[in-house]
């Protein structure tokens, strides 16, 4: 795919030519800005840990503590951290929990991402992800243990140093002491030997008792709230180079054209800043000085798009002419068969031959964008010695270095894979195909000869997301003369994204497709959840809370009609079906008891309006979670007024940032089930920027009332946990006001009586 | 073309068209400033005009004359915008943060017009997305600078 011409190239630049660089070096500094003339603002690599070079293959991931620590002579140490900050608070977890152990207070650390490496595969101790909320539940142990082998190191050197046995040192916060002297080094004063000591293996450490903990389980702030809020934080979209030009791309409107001539391609080139017009898989770049004119001019081009042949599009998933939204969702509805089984408990047919009364139902989901506020970018850079730096917002680093290898044609090593944080990304920055700008910004770096940093706007991120699964769920339900739920059958049409990444097995069901559906705790005899497979032609992805994203709304949305079918109060009956469930009972009477007790409505609320409340529950990541909304309709728009959404993850790090995760979830919940819908005609998007994807802003945005509680059970996850309840609540609520089933998101294209 | 951004006049290179937004990122080279949709539409690229919040994204350079331009990297010499921060960093508001320089911006300019804002007034003037949900968080953060009622805000136990 080299169609890059070097005699379109246009050499002249007519505005901030290069001779004006020193010049405006001066006016930056005068401004104010901190501008170099070599790297800007981050990517200054550090000097290698000394680790690096003494990297033991033999060590277990998450040991070698030279790897994951730098300590400076100020007392402040250097984490890199195996897991990339993207508003979720790992950083702050990380040094939380390494701080604990190593003693060393959370504020004394700098933590950024670690670079790709074995040593970083800490999730099981096998793989490296940010996601799937996985991130300290599944790395806690070992993290635990390098700190408390950092803390040996420290003893070890401060032995050295003060001539005294280690077992006759102590430490405090940030110093090692020896009481019987009354000596104490401080550890920016072992800084240049403690990382010179043997690292323990860490089976050898003794962790600290919990009950002496000082920072995990409190309220630690956040160590990155003050770049954050003063636009110091570095993001992908910030990271520049020396030398560096910009990029700009124009996508085929569907995935799987192919660029074909360039029609205006001289005005293109004529157009102001150009220097060079390129074709790549699936898209057309403009290169320039200034990503302005990189964008108005590859905007401007006119391309050609050429559709693939059949060989072509039996390799990629090819977007055809006619594919819509509306027609796919009836096709999803209309799915029939029994599907492949995911779940099975008793059985289903005499469940049903026995019943007093049946419920059916079918429920449906929209696509919807990640729409993380920062679009997707790539800075490439290749170095003289054949190695390449790449800046990327990614969530899993040796993943992306390996395929960034293969578009570089180069080997996995050469590769030094810079994780900036991110600007959100809810499961948008895993590799998906054709998703991320990397290959775009390997192959112009490449063509061009300087580095290149490719920029998408956000009609071309929108064109190129990866969307949350459309499905549809056939439900059936029996109760039994007393109005109890006996049976439930839930058979989903959908694509899981896992199975929309990896292929299809037809003797297999997409876990992911159907989670939410499954692993439901209620007491219903007999169940049977399974999942067909409807192949979809836009790309899938991994969306905050992924399954449950949709089939908690779907669940519990037909429980409640269930329970309206039988007469029952939902609150009531699920605690009637969680009767034995201790942690399950605790958490809906604490989500009841947090809303001021349970009551259903409709209700007159003190302004006037007309209100009612709807409750529901998800076992979602290790974790559970329990939701309440209070809703009106006001000009026939339905209003959340207030959601109160309760985690129990089980055990915890930081309940400031757990709730911070809750109101956050619960607040993209709302979005989801009210506002947000990726429709596709013919073949392309309706939307491609905010105005047409709305997404929930302040006005529309409910109060939220978060409570975390520590149950003990085993550690779950957090980030995603709090979001998959909101949803349903909302309809439940919705439901019990209006009278009217809500069986589809998103709800404001529901026609509704006013309450 | 003369700008005066941050309490210096500099000279500029970019074409007229040119949003302010890119003048500030890719000429001057101050990266907080950010990038969200090219439309107006997220407020991620909120600066100061003269202490009014404006958009920088679709704003061309052109059109600024001689207003005064504040960013990010300027907020803490100003009086509100140092109050704005120091709250904004003490009640943790961001998570992700690439929204929060616009949401501290549109904040600055809100409780620089008007010192007690109402819940309405806050809910008028704070219309900058924030895809990680910090919507309660801002409106607390703000009431809280105001001294006036957090009714709006959520809580958390």
Sequence with gaps: MNDHDPKISNPGYPTGAPENVSRRRFLLASAGITA??????????????????????????GSNVPAFLELRKDGKVRLLSPFNEGGQGVFTAMAQIVGEEMDVAPDSFIVENAPAGSDYLVVYGKMRITGGSMSVRTSYDTMRKLGAAARQM??????????????????????????????????????????????????????????????????????????????????????????????????????????????????VKGMAGVMSVHKLDGAVAVVAERFWDAKTAVEAAKVDWQEPSEDEKSKIRYMPADFSTEEFAKQLANTKGDGTEAESEGDITSGFDGAAKTVDATYQSQYLHHAQIEPASTLARFNEDGTLDIWLPNQAPEQFQAQIADAARIKPEQVKVNSPMLGGFFGRHFLYPAANPFPQAVQLAKEVGKPIKVIWTREQEFLRDPLRPMAAVR??????????????????????????????????????????????????????????????????????????????????????EMADAGGQDPYELRMKLLEGNERLTNLLKAVGDLSGGWKRGPFDAEDGTRRARGVAMASPFGSEAAAIAEVSIQDGQIVVHDIWDVLDPGSIVNPAIIKAQIMGAATLGTSEALIEEVAYKNGEPTARNFDYYPILGGARAPRIHAKVIESGAKMGGVGEPPLPAVPPAIANAVSALTGQRVRSMPMDKLDLKKG | MKLKINGKSVDVQSGPDTPLLWVIRDELGMTGTKFGCGIAQCGACSVLLDGMVQRSCVLPVSAVGDSEVTTIEEIENDPVGKRVVEAWVDKEVPQCGYCQSGQVMAATSLLKSNDKPTEDDITAAMTNLCRCGTYNAINDTIASIAGTDAAKAGDAQ
Excluded at chain 1, 228 to 234: D, L, V
Excluded at chain 1, 488 to 513: F, Q, R, W, Y
């Design chain 1, 154 to 267: 420290m003893l070890e050197a401060a032995a050295k140093k003060l001539d005294a046995p280690v077992s006759d040192l102590s430490t405090e916060p940030g110093k090692v002491v020896h009481k019987a002297s009354g000596k104490s080094l401080g550890y920016g004063e072992l800084a240049g030997d403690a990382l010179d000591q043997e690292v323990p293996s860490p089976d050898s450490v003794t962790l600290k008792d919990p009950k002496d903990f000082k920072w995990i389980g409190e309220p630690v702030k956040r160590v990155d709230v003050y770049e954050k809020s003063t636009g110091k934080a570095i993001y992908a979209m910030d990271a520049k180079v020396d030398g560096m030009l910009h990029a700009a791309v124009q996508h085929a409107p569907r995935l799987g054209l192919k660029p074909g001539d360039i029609s205006n391609l001289d005005e």
């Design chain 1, 36 to 61: 170099g003339s070599l790297v800007l603002g981050f990517g200054l690599s550090v000097a290698p840990n000394k680790a690096a070079a003494a990297a033991a293959k033999d060590m277990p991931p």
């Design chain 1, 475 to 560: 439900f059936r339900g029996a109760l039994d003369d007393q109005g109890m739920p006996v049976a439930l059958e839930a058979i989903s049409a959908c694509e899981g994204p896992t199975e929309a990444l990896n292929g299809h097995n037809p003797d297999k069901v997409d876990a992911m497709a159907v989670e939410g559906l499954t692993g439901k705790s209620y007491a219903i005899p007999n169940r049977r959840i399974a999942q067909n497979f409807v192949e979809n032609p836009t790309s899938l992805a991994y969306w905050r809370s992924v399954g449950h994203s949709m089939n908690d709304f779907f669940y519990e949305a037909f429980l409640d």
